[in-house]
């Protein structure tokens, strides 16, 4: 698949009324970084291609190196235990616990093919744990299902309850991890394989 095929695809994809998290419709919009980071109703959303000074753990910040802080993804806020629902048919990819301090906790990556010559992915991190049990590589999911539950804090890497979701365009060889945050320096590489998914969310942007 050419990124041209995703772009075209993506410019015509009409809003499909599903919320990735019940209620993300009343979600407030804004920047998601640092002590800006609330929980609970209303929901927030938002982070995508942010530079957030957050990230200060040794995962994202390594000592001597230029460290991780631009955001690949939106993040929805919401209460620990709430439904996460795919917006579009797909098939399990890849799932994992990514432990880390500061990861996602488990994780879910689905592959989809909405149309002739495109293929893409999409991550879910900050599950809960049971959101894992028996699931396969190849289990399909309709749009508007529910494929897992929101995390608790102590599930999710230390953050507070949250989902990220992101596109992925090339995942390689990569099975249930992505890079979630890049360099600074990087930004124009990554944004470009991980485009604005706000449009598949049905969220003002891209």
Known sequence: ???????????????????????????????????????????????????????????FAPEGAEPRSVHLGVDVFAPAGADVITPLSGRVHSSRINDAEGDYGPTIILEHAPAPGVKFHTLYGHLS????????????????????????????????????????????????????????????HWLGICPDPSRLLGLTGA
Not at 130 to 151: H, N, Q, R, V, Y
Not at 165 to 187: H, M, N, T, W
């Open 129 to 188: 744990r049971d959101s894992l049990k028996g699931l396969k590589p190849g289990t399909a999911f309709m749009a508007g299902e529910k494929i897992a539950d929101l995390g608790t804090k102590r599930e999710n890497g230390g953050w507070p309850p949250h989902l990220h979701f992101q596109i992925i365009l090339d995942i390689g060889s990569a099975k249930g991890d992505y890079p979630g945050v890049c360099r600074r320096s990087e930004q124009d």
């Open 1 to 59: 698949m050419t990124h041209v095929a995703f772009t075209s695809w993506y410019a015509s994809l009409k809003p499909t009324g599903i919320e990735v998290v019940p209620g993300l419709h009343r979600a407030l919009p804004g920047k998601l970084d640092g002590a800006d980071i609330r929980t609970g109703e209303p929901l927030r959303v938002g982070g995508y291609g942010e530079d957030r000074s957050v990230y200060t753990q040794p995962l």
